[in-house]
């Protein structure tokens, strides 16, 4: 299995991994989550789910 982060020091830019357009990040908002190697978005699908 992958991971889509390179390390665990190393965040990714949220406004480079959200496609919810529910979900509003700032620019300079990071998020790492290497050690259960899943991007933001399928994390925050249980934190806010989806509407129309």
């Known amino acids: ?10 965040g990714k830019l949220l406004s480079e991994q959200v496609t919810n357009p529910n979900i ?17 978005d399928d994390c925050a699908r249980y934190l806010m789910p989806d509407r129309d």
Do not use: A, C, Q
């Open 1 to 10: 299995m992958s991971n889509f982060f390179e390390s665990p020091f190393k």
């Open 24 to 40: 509003v990040v700032g620019r300079y908002s990071y998020y790492s989550g290497y050690y259960h190697g899943h991007s933001f």
